[in-house]
C-alpha cells in the first residue's frame, strides 16, 4: 500500500514541521487578514481623526445611489439565504436490541449447521471456519425462525420479524424524541432482502395510524449501503418540504433470506448477517435545532455499477439446486477498495482541510509530470473527522479499510465490537456503531462523523455528521447492558 | 382416546441468556462414568392455567428456561473424552433441545388412559450419536393440551444427572418462572476425594459392595444387550394408612424398606420362585452420606445387592425380605461408600457397564420432592411420573413419593416388568391385601 510522502515521517522533527505546515496553511486567511488589518489600523492612525473626516466630506452621496446600492445588497443577501440548502438535523434515532432468548451461540450455529447439512460435512466445516474467524461474538441474535430445526423461513414469520424489529425501533424512537405519529410527515423504510405487498412503509403506517398525506417511500434491493441512500432521499425531500420531520427505518429481515442449500459462496451470509434495525428521526424544524444531535453536513454516493464485475460481485441466484441464496465473489475485497477510492476522490475536497488537499494535489500534478513512479500520497482523514462508523460488513471489510485509511484501532474500535455484539445487522450497522461512541462517552460537540458503508451494486455511500452537543450517556440503548464489557480484544481465531 | 396423535409443532434449541465462560470444562466423577448406558424421563402433569390461548404458556416458559440454564453451564454444554479417555463436559453453551407439542383432550382425560408407551411419547429423546460432540445431553419437551392442562416432560443422558439432579434442575426452572430467583443454588464440584493418610492398617473395605459393582462392570453376558422383552410398567398408588399397616407387618421403620420388601416378594411370587426371593439390589441416594449438599449436581445414586437369609422357616417372608433390605440400607455408610469411590478411582473398565441390566432394582426415589415444582402459583403437578431407561433384566421399581394430597406416608410405586408379569403382579393377593390404587398399566 502506498505510504506517505517520505519514509522518516516517523522522526520526531519531521513531525513538528509537519504540524507547522498544516497550522499554516489550514490558517492562511488569517495568517494573510491580520497584518492586512494591522496595516490598515496603523494607517488609520497614522492619518489622524481630522483627515479621516475630510476624506469622508470629500465622498458625495446621491440618494439614488444609496437607494441601489442598499436594494442590491439586500437583494444579494436573500438570494444567498434563500438558496442556502436548508440544515438537515438529526433530532435522535434508536436501535433495535434483539431479545435475549434470540442469541446464537456459536455451538449451537455449528450444531443446526451440522443437523441440516448432514450430507455435506464439507459445507459444515467451511461454515466453522467462516465462524471462527468472522469476528462475531456469542451474544448476536438471529430471529426465532431460524432458531428450529429444520428452519421455518415462512413469509408469515418474516412479517413477524418485520414487525418486531420495525416496531420496536419505532417505539424505542417515538418515546425517545417524544415526537407524536401524527407529526410525520416523511417516512422511508429501507429493507433489502424482503419486499412484502403492502410494503414494509405501509406496515408502519397501519400500525401508528400516520396522516394520510404523509410521504411514504419504501426501499428495497439495495443492499447494505440503503441506510446511507434512505437518509439522502430524506435530505433532498426536506429540502423542499419546509418544516417537516422524516422518519428514516433501516433494517434488514434474515428470516427469508436462510440460505439452505450446500454452495459455499451462498453459505458465507447466514454466517455473519444478524437480527437489527434502526429508526432515525430527521427535520429541518428550527425548533429542533437546539435538542437535535447531529447536522447532516454531506451525503456522497459513487455507483460501481457500470463496471460488470462490480455488479456481480454480490449477486442473489439459484444454486444447482434450486435453492436461493446470495452468492459474493471472491474479488469483493477489491471491488471495495476501488470503490471506496471513487468515494474518497469526491468526499476528499469536501471535508478535507486546505493543507491535505494541497499536499495531495502537489503530489498529483508531481506524479503526472515529473515521475510516475511518486508514490500517491493518501490524505490523513483523521484531520477531517474525529469519529468513523465504518459499515460492520465483516472483519475483512474492517480491516481492509483500516489499512487504507491508516486509521488506528481506537478509530475502528466502535465498528469492530459493533460486530462482535450484534454481527451484520446490514444497514442498521452504522447506527449500532454510533450510539457504541454516544455510550462511550466520546462523542463532543463539534465533533465530525464519517459514516461508510458498502452494498450491492456496488455501491459506496458515505454521510458526514457534525455533532451538535456533547452527548451524555443514557440507559435506554442496546449497549446498555454491555458497554462496560468493550472494547474486548477479538482473537484473530476462536477455536470451536 | 384410543386415535390420540400428538401433533409436532416444532423442535429448537434453547440456550442461556448469558454465554457461557470460554473454555471452561467439568470432568464426570466415577458415578457418572458408570452411568452412560442410562437415561433418565420425567414426566410432569400440570393441571389447567389461566391463560387459554394456545402457545402463551409455552413461549413464558420456553424464556424462563434460558433463564435458568445460565446458571447450569453443565446443562447446556457438550461430552468430550479427555486425554485420559474419561468423559468430561466442555462448556461450550450449545444449548438443550426443546420440542413442543399440541394433544387433543384435556389432562384429566390423558392421565384416565395413559399407558407407559403413550406416556413415553410425551418425552422427546436421542440416542448419543457417532460424534457426542454435538449431541444434546438434555431434552425438553412441552405438550399443551388443547382443552387445559400442559405436560412437561423432561430427559437427559445418566452420565450427567440422577434422579435428584433432574428434579431439582425442573424446581430450578419452575422458581425461575414463578418468582424470577431460584431458591436452592446447584453446586458443581466433584465428590468428596479420597482421605489421604490416617488409614488404619487394619481397615477392611467393605468388599461385597465393591464386588457388586465389580461383577456388574465385568458382566458382559450378550442376553443384555439385544433385549427383546416387551416391558410395561404400572404405578401403583399406597394410601397413608395402607403403607403404615405394611411397616408394621414387616416392623420396618421406613416406608422404603417396607415397600421394597412387599414389592420383592410379590415379583419374585410372579417369576415362579416357589422357595425364596429373586436376586435385587437397591439404589439409593448417598448425598446425605457423604455430606454433600442437596444441590450437588451430579449421579450420587448408589446400587446395593440386597442379602437375605434363605430360611423362612419362623418369619413371615415379608418382613425377612424387608428385614433384608433395611440391612443393606444402614450398610451404606460413609465409610463403605468413600471406599467404593476410592476403588473405582483406581480400576478402570472398557466398556461402560448397565447397572440395572441383571438384577430387579428397586430405588429409593422418596425424598425427590417433585410436587413442589410450581410453575404458576397454587398450580401443584397432578401427578409426576420418573423412567430411568432402558430397562433390562429382571424389572425395575421406584418408589415414589405421592402428590401432598394424599398424605405424607402414602407412596406411589412404579413397576417396569414383562406384560404378562405384570398383569399377574397387580391380581396377587399380597400387593391387594394393601389395596393400591392402580393409575396407570
Redesign the interface.
Known amino acids: 500500500m502506498p505510504q506517505t510522502l517520505p519514509d522518516f515521517s516517523n522522526s520526531v522533527k519531521l513531525k513538528y514541521v509537519k504540524l507547522g505546515y498544516q497550522y499554516l496553511v489550514n490558517h492562511i486567511l488569517y495568517l494573510l487578514l491580520v497584518p492586512i488589518m494591522v496595516a490598515i489600523l496603523i494607517e488609520v492612525l497614522r492619518l489622524g481623526p481630522d483627515e479621516i473626516l475630510n476624506l469622508w466630506k470629500s465622498l458625495h452621496f446621491d440618494l439614488v445611489q444609496i437607494l441601489c446600492s442598499s436594494f442590491l445588497i439586500i437583494f444579494i443577501a436573500t438570494v444567498y439565504f434563500m438558496s442556502k440548502p436548508r440544515h438537515v438535523y438529526l433530532v435522535d434515532y434508536a436501535c433495535y436490541k434483539p431479545p435475549?432468548?434470540c442469541?446464537?451461540?456459536?455451538?449451537?450455529f455449528?450444531?443446526?449447521s451440522?443437523?441440516i447439512l448432514k450430507n455435506n460435512p464439507k459445507s459444515v466445516e467451511f461454515q466453522m471456519r467462516i465462524l471462527e474467524r468472522s469476528g462475531l461474538?456469542?451474544?448476536t441474535c438471529l430471529p426465532p425462525a431460524i432458531?428450529?430445526?429444520p428452519p421455518?423461513p415462512t413469509m408469515e414469520a418474516a412479517r413477524g420479524e418485520a414487525e418486531l424489529v420495525i416496531f420496536s425501533a419505532m417505539d424505542s424512537l417515538l418515546q425517545k424524541t417524544g415526537l407524536k405519529p401524527k407529526d410525520i410527515d416523511i417516512l422511508i423504510v429501507n429493507c433489502s432482502l424482503f419486499s412484502p405487498t403492502p410494503s414494509l412503509s405501509a406496515m408502519v403506517i397501519n400500525k401508528y395510524k400516520l396522516r394520510s398525506n404523509i410521504k411514504s417511500f419504501n426501499l428495497s434491493g439495495m443492499g447494505c449501503s440503503a441506510g446511507l441512500i434512505s437518509i439522502d432521499l430524506a435530505r433532498d425531500l426536506l429540502q423542499v418540504h419546509p418544516n417537516s420531520n422524516a422518519v428514516v427505518v433501516s433494517t434488514e429481515i434474515i428470516t427469508p433470506n436462510y440460505y439452505q442449500g450446500n454452495e459455499r459462496a451462498m453459505l458465507l451470509p447466514n454466517c455473519l448477517f444478524r437480527m437489527g434495525g434502526a429508526a432515525i428521526l430527521l427535520s429541518n424544524r428550527r425548533r429542533n435545532r437546539s435538542r437535535a444531535k447531529y447536522r447532516l453536513v454531506h451525503v456522497v454516493r459513487t455507483h460501481k455499477g457500470a463496471d460488470d464485475k462490480a455488479y456481480r460481485c454480490v449477486f442473489e441466484e439459484e444454486d444447482k439446486e434450486g435453492k436461493v441464496g446470495i452468492s459474493l465473489s471472491k474479488d469483493l475485497m477489491a471491488i471495495a477498495g476501488e470503490a471506496l477510492k471513487s468515494n474518497i476522490t469526491t468526499i476528499g475536497p469536501l471535508v478535507l482541510p486546505a493543507s491535505e488537499q494541497l499536499l495531495f494535489l502537489m503530489t498529483l500534478i508531481g506524479r503526472k509530470i515529473f515521475n510516475p513512479k511518486w508514490k500517491p500520497y493518501i490524505p490523513d482523514f483523521k484531520q477531517a473527522f474525529e469519529h468513523f462508523c465504518i459499515h460492520a460488513g465483516g472483519r475483512a471489510v474492517i480491516d481492509e479499510l483500516q489499512k487504507n485509511l491508516q486509521l488506528s484501532a481506537e478509530q475502528v474500535e466502535a465498528s469492530r465490537m459493533t460486530l462482535h455484539r450484534f454481527g451484520n445487522t446490514s444497514s442498521s450497522s452504522l447506527w449500532y456503531e454510533m450510539s457504541y461512541i454516544e455510550e462511550k462517552g466520546r462523542m463532543k460537540k463539534g465533533d465530525r462523523v464519517w459514516q461508510i458503508a458498502f452494498g450491492s451494486g456496488f455501491k459506496c455511500n458515505s454521510a458526514v455528521w457534525k455533532c451538535n452537543k456533547t452527548i451524555k450517556t443514557t440507559t435506554d440503548n442496546p449497549w446498555s447492558d454491555c458497554i462496560d464489557r468493550y472494547p474486548v480484544h477479538i482473537p484473530e481465531i476462536v477455536k470451536? | 382416546m384410543t386415535s390420540e396423535m400428538i401433533t409436532y409443532i416444532?423442535?429448537?434449541?434453547?440456550?442461556?441468556?448469558?454465554?457461557?465462560q470460554?473454555g471452561k470444562c467439568n470432568p464426570l466423577s466415577v458415578f457418572d462414568r458408570l452411568m452412560e448406558k442410562n437415561h433418565i424421563r420425567i414426566v410432569y402433569y400440570f393441571p389447567s392455567t389461566r391463560n387459554g390461548e394456545p402457545g402463551v404458556v409455552t413461549k413464558k416458559l420456553?424464556?424462563s428456561l434460558?433463564h435458568v440454564l445460565t446458571c447450569f453451564p453443565i446443562v447446556t454444554g457438550?461430552l468430550q473424552k479427555k486425554d485420559d479417555g474419561h468423559w468430561m463436559i466442555k462448556c461450550?453453551?450449545?444449548?438443550v433441545?426443546m420440542v413442543e407439542a399440541r394433544t387433543q383432550g384435556s389432562v384429566e382425560e390423558w392421565l384416565k388412559n395413559v399407558n407407559r408407551d403413550k406416556e413415553l411419547m410425551l418425552v422427546t429423546w436421542e440416542d448419543m450419536f457417532h460424534k457426542p460432540y454435538?449431541w444434546?445431553t438434555f431434552y425438553v419437551q412441552l405438550t399443551e393440551f388443547e382443552e387445559g392442562g400442559l405436560a412437561i416432560g423432561f430427559s437427559c443422558s445418566h452420565l450427567l444427572a440422577d434422579p435428584t439432579s433432574a428434579t431439582m434442575f425442573v424446581k430450578a426452572w419452575a422458581d425461575t418462572t414463578l418468582a424470577g430467583t431460584m431458591l436452592a443454588p446447584p453446586f458443581f464440584h466433584p465428590l468428596p476425594p479420597p482421605r489421604l493418610g490416617n488409614k488404619n492398617p487394619n481397615h477392611n473395605p467393605y468388599t461385597d459392595l465393591i464386588n457388586h459393582y465389580k461383577s456388574t462392570i465385568d458382566d458382559r453376558s450378550p442376553a443384555f444387550t439385544n433385549n427383546i422383552t416387551n416391558y410395561v410398567t404400572a404405578t401403583l398408588a399406597f394410601s397413608g394408612p395402607m403403607v403404615q399397616a405394611c411397616m408394621l407387618d414387616t416392623s420396618r421403620p421406613s416406608p422404603f424398606e417396607a415397600m421394597a420388601g412387599l414389592l420383592w416378594v410379590c415379583v419374585s411370587k410372579v417369576k415362579g420362585m416357589k422357595q425364596g426371593l429373586i436376586s435385587m439390589s437397591i439404589c439409593l441416594d448417598m448425598r446425605k452420606q457423604l455430606g454433600l449438599d442437596k444441590g450437588f449436581f451430579g449421579n450420587c445414586l448408589v446400587y446395593n445387592k440386597v442379602h437375605h437369609a434363605e430360611s423362612l422357616l419362623d418369619k413371615s417372608e415379608l418382613s425377612e425380605a424387608a428385614r433384608a433390605v433395611g440391612e443393606s440400607v444402614t450398610k451404606m455408610n460413609n465409610e463403605r461408600i468413600m471406599d467404593l469411590i476410592e476403588w473405582l478411582e483406581h480400576h478402570d473398565y472398557e466398556f461402560p457397564p448397565l447397572m440395572n441390566g441383571h438384577d430387579l432394582i428397586c430405588a429409593n426415589l422418596e425424598d425427590l420432592d417433585p410436587y413442589a415444582t410450581l410453575f404458576e402459583e397454587g398450580f401443584v403437578p397432578i401427578r409426576v411420573s420418573y423412567y430411568v431407561e432402558p430397562v433390562f433384566g429382571i424389572g425395575q421399581i421406584l418408589v415414589l413419593q405421592s402428590p401432598p394430597s394424599e398424605g405424607p406416608l402414602s407412596r406411589m410405586v412404579m413397576v417396569t416388568l414383562p406384560a404378562d408379569e405384570l398383569s399377574k403382579l397387580c391380581d396377587d393377593d399380597l400387593i391387594l391385601r394393601f389395596n393400591p390404587t392402580i393409575l396407570m398399566g
Open positions: 435475549v432468548t442469541r446464537v451461540p456459536f455451538a449451537t455449528m450444531e443446526h451440522r443437523l461474538g456469542e451474544e432458531h428450529y430445526i421455518t470451536l | 416444532c423442535k429448537r434449541t434453547v440456550v442461556s441468556t448469558k454465554p457461557a470460554a420456553r424464556e434460558s457438550r461450550n453453551d450449545a444449548g433441545r454435538f444434546a
